[in-house]
């Protein structure tokens, strides 16, 4: 009887806290990316050439998409998680045109590299809309994201 019950109080209290684990996990995907995209920044800015600052800027975005590819092949992906990770694919395209200069963007002019970063930044902790997807997905990514 005690056993039974001991299992009954578990079950209930973990459908309490799944929401709270859920989105403990998504705020710290988040945070995992704000974290990624402001030491890039701080790299780019203290880097000495603008050929530096761009590929450091260049390899930071490559590995975000990097990782978001990867969590698209995750077979835990919902139809919700596969459009939010598209979303933010397609912003971290359209960061990369902007600064060399593709499919109608200008270049960003190397004077105005390090505002670039801080643009960058602010532009893609925008993107927390983007972060709309499941436990399984927000965990995976973390774990991907901390591997790369």
């Not at 989105?23 to 988040?30: K, N, V, Y």
């Not at 643009?119 to 591997?147: C, G, H, K, N």
Request: glycine share 2%.
């Amino acid at each position: 009887m005690n056993a039974i019950r001991l299992l009954f109080i578990a079950f209930f209290s973990f459908l309490l806290l799944t929401p709270a684990l859920a989105e403990d996990l998504g705020t710290r995907a988040q945070n995992a990316f704000k974290e990624h995209l402001n030491q890039a920044s701080q790299a780019a800015k203290d880097a000495q050439t603008p050929q530096e600052k761009r590929q450091i800027l260049n390899d930071a975005f490559k590995k975000l998409d990097n990782v978001m590819e990867k969590a698209r092949s995750l077979p835990a992906a919902t139809g919700q998680d596969l459009d939010a990770i598209r979303k933010f694919q397609e912003s971290l395209t359209e960061k990369s045109d902007e600064l060399n200069g593709r499919n109608g963007f200008s270049a960003v002019p190397d004077q105005q590299l390090n505002q670039f970063a801080d643009y960058a930044v602010q532009d893609m902790e925008q993107a927390e809309r983007y972060f709309t997807i499941s436990l399984t997905t927000a965990l995976l990514i973390i774990i991907i994201l901390l591997l790369l």
